[in-house]
């Protein structure tokens, strides 16, 4: 399986945008499937996850963030309001199969992952 990121850019404060990640190979169906962030001389921290058990997302973004889909089984989304300057860092997907991780919004517990996209937000 490979996962591909896209939809980063550069943005103002306040504003919305929706990263799609595409799956290649396989489908969230008995998957987990988890969005990331990484911003420089951070840890990478889990955003928000789709399994079989439902959407979680993370305390610091909820509200703003949510993973998402459109009815096709290999594309996930991830929908961000009320964008903020420390929204800014690289976002990764990463997948799992179903019962092989403890927690899908922990990215030690995530098999494969994307290369990331760049989000940049700005004043």
Do not use: H
């Not at 504003?15 to 987990?32: M, P, Q, V, W």
């Not at 079989?52 to 509200?63: E, M, R, Y």
């Not at 994307?114 to 004043?123: A, C, F, L, W, Y």
């Amino acid at each position: 399986v490979q996962l591909v990121e896209s939809g980063g850019k550069s943005v103002q404060v306040g504003g919305s945008l929706r990263l799609s990640c595409l799956i290649k190979g396989d489908t969230f169906d008995d998957n987990a499937v988890g969005w990331f962030r990484q911003a420089p001389g951070r840890e990478r921290e889990g955003l928000s996850c789709l399994s079989t058990s439902g959407i979680d997302v993370a305390d610091f973004v909820k509200g703003r963030f949510t993973i998402a889909t459109d009815g096709d089984k290999d594309v996930v989304f991830l929908e961000m309001n009320r964008l903020k300057p420390e929204d800014t860092a690289v976002y990764f997907c990463a997948i799992v199969p179903e019962g092989d991780y403890n927690d899908c919004l922990r990215a030690d517990d995530m098999e494969t992952w994307g290369e990331g996209t760049r989000v940049t937000v700005s004043s």
